[in-house]
């Protein structure tokens, strides 16, 4: 992550300067006072997809969910099968 040295200071016998950007190791204290986080792990977005898709029995269209496939069989009901 990196941060934002809020003032100038001193953490580990190591001086940091106000406004500068620090990526800083895991054995530095990360006081709220001195240091702001300007960059954070962004999350992952996990989308699921089912191993066994719902097939249509007309076509073999594959659907990820149940309503998926209702609303699909109805295109075959227009068609006339």
């Known amino acids: ?24 190791p895991d054995n530095v204290k990360k006081s709220e006072k001195n240091f702001g986080v300007i960059e954070s792990p962004k999350p992952v977005k996990v989308v699921e997809v089912p191993d066994n898709p719902l ?22 009901k227009r068609d006339g099968g």
């Open 1 to 24: 992550m990196k941060y934002l040295c809020l003032r100038d200071c001193y953490t580990n016998d190591h001086f940091y300067r106000n406004g500068d950007i620090y990526d800083l």
């Open 55 to 76: 097939k249509c029995p007309v076509c073999g269209r594959e659907c990820k969910a149940p309503l998926g496939l209702a609303s699909h069989m109805r295109t075959h």
